[in-house]
């Protein structure tokens, strides 16, 4: 009976990394880089001046399928009888997220390879909720000298869910201008300090190191007022020492089309695709090393207008996910607002 239990916790756990489509790719299919943030205006970095920006990032997602899983009895110690357990199981896994992403950001006059040198902090606080449904049916086929089969039902529900802070991020950034184009080199550093529980999905911190570095360009044609902006990264991530799990190497690139109709207003089409390179590792790593994948498009609208003297920034987006693989799929929300707090150039 211990046993029998074992193996349905197991399964009730961790199916999603058995079925046919949706799985488990990264650790808890939480990756470190928030897909969708570099969209429009990718590759422009502001003039020297110290800025605030605030990301409001929202995810729900769902994955569902199906797994198998069988075990010879030699595996449970029983001598003199063959036979095989078989466990048939349909899964439903659901998250949803939101995350507010603070970061000030300070451009330096000081030029770096004829580009702006700029360092930024980004502090995370967010909401987390995960659950995973399971209806699971249990074969057991006895061979001689027992020659019978027994079948056992069973349903699992887990959840979880934490209100937390983030780890911080440290970052660094150079950019460049030329005409219409813009273009910029940006790292990305978590630093593992956030509060972590190795026994829940809804840890908002990674408890691991990872260093993330992207690349944006835009050209933006200041007399039709149209725009294209892409921004490719590679994501690298180091062992989380309480799980002992290390997620692959993960390749992001992002992009958006806009049209400026006016000098505040522009509206157009974003998105970005993800894939993960390398399969996840490490002892923590049960369910093997699957690889992620996903694709989102959705409008985006940008806004520009002042309280005061002060200019402010505001940009929308809601970009839907399809051609997805061993993620959750789902939709993202993302509202960012971003504005001087010294005067560019002082």
């Known amino acids: 009976m211990r046993r029998r239990a074992a193996i349905m916790a197991v399964l009730a756990l961790g199916l999603p990394g058995l079925g046919s489509g949706e799985g488990q790719a990264a650790e808890n299919t939480a990756g470190f880089y928030a897909l969708g943030t570099k969209t429009a205006m990718a590759g422009y970095v502001p003039p020297p001046g110290t800025y605030f920006i605030d990301v409001n990032y929202y995810y729900q997602g769902t994955a569902s399928g199906t797994a198998a899983l069988g075990v010879a009895l030699r595996d449970f110690g029983i001598k003199n009888v063959s036979g095989n357990l078989l466990v048939d199981a349909d899964f439903k896994a659901d998250g949803r997220a939101y995350y507010n992403l603070a970061s000030a950001l ?49 349903q699992f529900s887990r959840t979880g869910g934490d209100t937390n802070i983030g780890d ?108 993960q390179l390398t399969g996840d590792s490490g002892s923590g790593a049960v369910l093997g090393d699957f690889k992620g994948r996903a694709t989102a498009l959705g409008p985006i609208v940008t806004y520009d207008f002042a309280i005061g003297k002060t200019p402010v920034k505001l940009q929308g987006m809601w970009l839907q996910e399809f051609g997805v693989e061993h993620r959750l799929e789902g939709d993202y929300g993302l509202l960012t607002v971003s504005l001087p707090l010294s005067r560019p150039g002082r």
């Not at 219409?180 to 529980?197: E, M, Q, R």
């Not at 408890?207 to 007022?225: E, F, I, S």
Request: glycine share 10%; hydrophobic share 40%.
């Open 106 to 154: 300070w451009v330096t006059p000081r030029k770096v390879l004829g580009g702006n040198l700029g360092f930024a902090l980004i502090l995370p606080v967010g909401t987390k909720d995960t659950g995973l449904d399971v209806d699971a049916l249990a074969t057991l086929t006895l061979g001689p000298p027992i020659n019978r089969t027994f079948q056992q039902g069973a």
């Open 168 to 275: 911080p991020i440290v970052s660094s950034v150079i950019g460049w201008h030329q005409g219409n184009w813009h273009w910029s080199f940006v790292t990305y550093i978590n630093v593992p300090l956030a509060p972590y529980d190795k026994n829940t999905s809804a840890n908002i911190g990674f408890n691991h190191w990872t260093l993330d570095t992207t690349a944006g360009v835009t050209w933006l044609d200041p007399k039709t007022g149209f725009e294209i902006s892409a921004a490719p990264g590679f994501t690298f991530n180091w062992e989380n020492p309480d799980t002992n799990y290390t997620t692959g190497t993960e390749f992001h690139v992002e992009f958006a089309v806009l049209e400026h109709f006016t000098k505040k207003f522009a509206v157009g089409i974003a998105g970005f695709h993800y894939v």
